[in-house]
Nanobody, 114 residues
Framework: VQLQASGGGLVQAGGSLRLSCAAS????????MGWYRQAPGKQRVLVSM???????NYANFVNGRFTISRDNARNTVYLQMDSLKPEDTAVYYC?????????WGQGTQVTVSS
């Protein structure tokens, strides 16, 4: 499985970004997909996940600002991020949970200026 993430960038506080992650390869082995993030000097943490059936979960810090969605026909997961804060600045990584192993995308930088 290969994951191609895109959509990061620089945005002012209060702005929005939409991340995309397209999966290719042995996609039939994928169960849940989602996003983690890693800020400088900090550990990588869960942002949000979505199952094949559309069940979602979010980290507490999301607090209703982000929405994860999945287009199974396009093998793509999206993360709509609204009301962005400077503390959301991080590298965002796409994750696909497979039957045997997990797969990570290359990461996309999100920078929120105050």
């Amino acid at each position: 499985v290969q994951l191609q993430a895109s959509g990061g960038g620089l945005v002012q506080a209060g702005g929005s970004l939409r991340l995309s992650c397209a999966a290719s390869g042995s996609i039939f082995t994928i169960n849940s997909m989602g996003w983690y993030r890693q800020a400088p000097g900090k550990q990588r943490v869960l942002v949000s996940m979505i199952t094949n059936g559309g069940i979602t979960n979010y980290a507490n810090f999301v607090n209703g600002r982000f929405t994860i969605s999945r287009d199974n026909a396009r093998n793509t997961v999206y993360l709509q991020m609204d009301s962005l804060k400077p503390e959301d600045t991080a590298v965002y990584y796409c994750l696909a949970e497979g039957e045997v192993t997990d797969y990570w995308g290359q990461g996309t930088q999100v920078t929120v200026s105050s």
